[in-house]
């Protein structure tokens, strides 16, 4: 297939394109590679994604330009016709959201309207996109299900990601464009965000420096590795969504439509308490971390707990990965990366 996938030099773009050019498809990458973290690793992720193209023989372009930019993106459709998109780019992180909201606005809702529109009027097959287990909010009901209601986001970045899948039904419903959003749980492992929790604990740990330990180490989180999710993404890019026949309007479940909707989890189902994270790096460093315990903090959301057995009955997911394990890896890259 010839697939469009946002967000390549970020990090699940990054892993789905390159597994994607593993496998034979065609590619085109399409990200702005701004400076939200350093670009350093952006620019090394992009050139393992040309040394796989090289290796494998697939087909891979890459787009450097900003999905805000109407233009420039149907330049990128009219060019290269994708038959799928797999839609990954975003403003990630919940604390900044609330320094710089202007930004998810036009990463998160304007740029997802015109790729909403460039399916649209490119015949796409099948939108996969991004969603975000954060939309969840102040529900409490666990483990987390696609049929409940998540109407109350604690996050502005959370409330941009619901939009999103709003969107994505409207055009569903209007266009009978076929689209399908995954609700990221705490994506994990090599060539990860510096801006998240592992890699931060990481680099504290080895240099000797203390880690923020935030609701004093109590926060439950579901885990996930990237090879399980990049495994759960493609599965769902190649079954293309359809209507659910026993949708029903005076019961109407979130999860599926008549139109050619669906949401998914897509986590480990096997939430991990932050304290055990850290003690998986610690272990996996040989060096124990010094802690500074603090409060909650505003947004934060204390536990997260997927269930995925929709996704599982759809396309077979089931991650593999023990938290031990994927820690570890994460350890081994990062120590090869940074020579440490």
């Not at 090394?44 to 040394?51: D, G, N």
């Not at 308490?273 to 959301?301: C, H, M, N, R, T």
């Amino acid at each position: 297939m010839k697939i469009l996938v946002t967000g390549n030099a970020g990090f699940i773009g990054f892993h789905v394109a390159k597994r994607l050019l593993e496998r034979g498809d065609s590619v085109i990458g399409f990200d702005v590679v701004n400076d939200y973290y350093d670009p350093t690793i952006k620019e090394a992720r992009l050139e393992i994604l040309e040394e796989t193209a090289q290796r494998t023989g697939s087909e891979y372009q890459f787009v450097r330009k900003n999905l805000a930019d109407q233009p420039a993106l149907n330049d990128a459709f009219h060019g290269h016709a994708p038959e799928r998109v797999i839609h990954l780019a975003a403003q990630a992180g919940v604390r900044y959201s609330l320094e710089n909201p202007h930004a998810y606005v036009q990463s998160n809702v304007v740029a997802f309207t015109n790729i909403l529109e460039a399916c649209r009027h490119h015949q796409v097959q099948h939108l996969t996109y991004a969603s975000t287990s954060s939309v969840y909010g102040a529900n409490t009901n666990m483990p987390f299900s696609e049929h409940e209601s998540v109407n109350h986001p604690l996050q502005f970045y959370a409330a941009t990601k619901k939009a999103n899948e709003l969107m994505a039904h409207s055009y569903s419903h209007l266009f009978r464009l076929p689209t399908t959003g995954l609700r990221f749980f705490t994506v994990y492992g090599p060539w990860g965000r510096p801006d998240m929790a592992l890699f931060l604990f990481t680099k504290a740990i080895l240099a000797g420096e203390p880690i923020q330990v935030f609701n004093h180490g109590n926060h439950t989180r579901d885990f996930t590795y990237i090879d399980d999710i990049v495994e759960g993404v493609i599965r769902a890019n190649d079954d293309i969504a359809k209507p659910n026949p026993e949708w029903n309007s005076d019961s109407p479940d979130p999860a599926t439509s008549n139109a050619p909707y669906r949401i998914f989890n897509i986590g480990n189902n096997d939430p991990v308490q932050l304290s055990a994270y850290i003690e998986a790096i610690e272990e996996a460093l040989d060096k124990k971390a010094i802690k500074e315990l603090l409060p909650l903090q505003p947004g934060d959301v204390p536990a997260t707990y997927a269930d995925c057995s929709e996704l599982e009955k759809a396309v077979g997911y089931k991650p593999a990965t023990p938290v031990k394990e994927g820690v570890a890896n994460f350890v081994d890259w990062y120590r090869d990366f940074y020579r440490r």
